[in-house]
């Protein structure tokens, strides 16, 4: 039996970690078995990854070292937790995949899509996601949340245009993939997002 792929997208400070856990808890509490993961990271080694990712003084990291940092981080995970999972029936929800890198890396570092599909396409092999949740804001008001909360890391310094061109791309891209991304309003309460998303998924796994 194969399980359930669902991840969640957004801007920086879209507000995807509070929606993960509701979620979780959620399907948990339905009797669903959920495994929790995060890009990039989500392994020892992915993790490790990371921390050259988001190091606040590699300003010089070039794009295309971080495009496949990127994809190296994410064919640890999908190999090590994501796809074992999935072939365990269970249900796997990831806290960013694959559209970050078509977002961040394709346009607002102006890599283009092919060549992030393309790289990324030996990163996850067949293993893409069944829906995406999108929490759309507007890339400003994302980093001023971040902002209260802690040390910006390494792209959340990049400038106000880099994040505007990040919302604006993943808007975009739910236009282009309308059967697998649901683009929801971040702006709204923290009960009306949840209850959008519980729609969502409700729906898909009705129909399994
Ligand atoms: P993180 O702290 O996980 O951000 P957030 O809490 O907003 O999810 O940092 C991940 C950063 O890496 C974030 O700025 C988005 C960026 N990113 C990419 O540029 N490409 C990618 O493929 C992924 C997965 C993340």
């Not at 792929?5 to 959920?34: H, R, V």
């Not at 209850?195 to 898909?204: H, L, N, P, T, Y």
């Amino acid at each position: 039996m194969s399980g359930l792929f669902i991840t969640m997208e957004g801007a920086d400070g879209a507000g995807k970690s509070t929606q993960i856990e509701k979620l979780k808890d959620y399907l948990s509490n339905k009797g669903y078995d959920i495994i929790l993961c995060r890009e990039p990271g989500g392994t020892v080694i992915s993790e490790a990854i990371r921390t050259v990712i988001l190091n606040r003084e590699f300003t010089e990291m070039g794009n295309m070292t971080e495009l496949l940092l990127y994809a190296s981080a994410r064919a640890q995970l999908v190999e090590e937790v994501i796809r074992p999972a999935l072939e365990d029936g269970k249900i796997v929800i990831c806290d960013r995949f694959v559209d970050s890198s078509a977002v961040y890396q394709g346009v607002a570092r102006g890599m283009g899509s092919q060549l992030v599909y393309e790289v990324n396409r030996y990163a996850m092999g067949d293993t893409v996601p069944d829906i995406t949740i999108l929490l759309d804001i507007k890339g400003k008001e994302g980093i001023l949340r971040k902002k209260k909360q802690a040390q910006l890391d390494r792209m959340e310094m990049e400038s106000a245009a880099f994040h505007e061109k990040v919302s604006d791309g993943y808007r975009m891209l739910a236009k282009e993939h309308p059967e697998r991304i649901h683009m929801i309003d971040g702006t709204q309460t923290i009960e009306a997002i949840h209850s959008q998303i519980i729609e969502v998924v409700d729906a898909i796994l009705d129909t399994e």
